[in-house]
């Protein structure tokens, strides 16, 4: 079983807010990272470290964490990021890393 | 450009066995730590297991230690996932996962699909 929670599905209207949450003990201690998947692909990396995004993603996700709570957030949510989400982080227990159970984010 | 490709899916029988390899090209593979991260079909990311850029260095997922063995040859750019004993609930597609500073998986592959079946 996953040691990281995330709500199976959150909906949100084209252009506006949605907050995506993992929870986990492990995260007091490490960082998130977060992956977006559409179907038939491979994950993408979207956040890692305290709130940093790789080359080539938009600046509408951001991350931002609160003792065993992280987010993921969508600013002005477009078509196409309508994914899976999945938070990930080192693990607790005898698991060096765990993914979360993912979140699918539908855009109305 | 940094590309990952796996390959030696296929369906097994159970307690079977499999070795699936991942080739590396665009980058200096042996700087590099490398997963092998697991999807069920319609289910969420499963991590497998981690070996270290001088392949000395190994983690794996309970669910797997003791029947699975990651490895690498850095001369070759290759990955390997050496895969014994599996189970029904072994089936899945894998990935190969490029490592960035350990907690971030920055290059994946398109993955190879395992069938364990009777």
């Known amino acids: 079983s996953s040691e990281l929670t995330q709500d199976p599905a959150v909906s949100v209207a084209l252009g506006q807010t949605v907050r995506i949450k993992c929870q986990g003990d492990s995260l007091r201690s490490h960082y998130a990272t977060w992956y977006q998947q559409k179907p038939g692909q491979a994950p993408l990396l979207v956040i890692y470290?305290?709130?940093s995004r790789p080359s080539g993603i938009p600046d509408r996700f951001s991350g931002s964490s609160s003792g065993d709570t992280a987010s993921l957030t969508i600013t002005g949510a477009q078509a196409e990021d309508e994914a899976d989400y999945f938070c990930s982080s080192r693990g607790n227990s005898g698991n060096y890393y765990v993914f979360g159970t993912g979140t699918q984010v539908t855009v109305l | 450009e940094v590309r990952l490709v796996e390959s030696g899916g296929g369906l097994v029988q159970p307690g079977g066995s499999l070795r699936l390899s991942c080739a590396a090209s665009?980058?200096?593979?042996?700087?590099?730590?490398m997963n092998w991260v697991r999807q069920a079909p319609g289910k969420g990311l499963e991590w497998v297991s981690y070996?270290?850029?001088?392949?000395?260095?190994?983690y794996y997922a309970d669910s797997v230690r003791g029947r699975f063995t990651i490895s690498r040859d850095n001369a070759k750019k290759s990955l390997y996932l050496q895969m014994n004993s599996l189970r029904d609930e072994d089936t899945a597609l894998y990935f190969c996962?490029?490592?960035?500073?350990?907690?971030?998986?920055?290059?994946w592959g398109q993955g190879t699909l395992v069938t364990v079946s009777s």
């Open positions: 665009g980058f200096s593979f042996s700087s590099f730590e």
């Open positions: 070996i270290s850029g001088g392949g000395k260095t190994k």
């Open positions: 996962a490029r490592d960035l500073r350990g907690v971030e998986y920055d290059y």
């Open positions: 470290g305290e709130n």
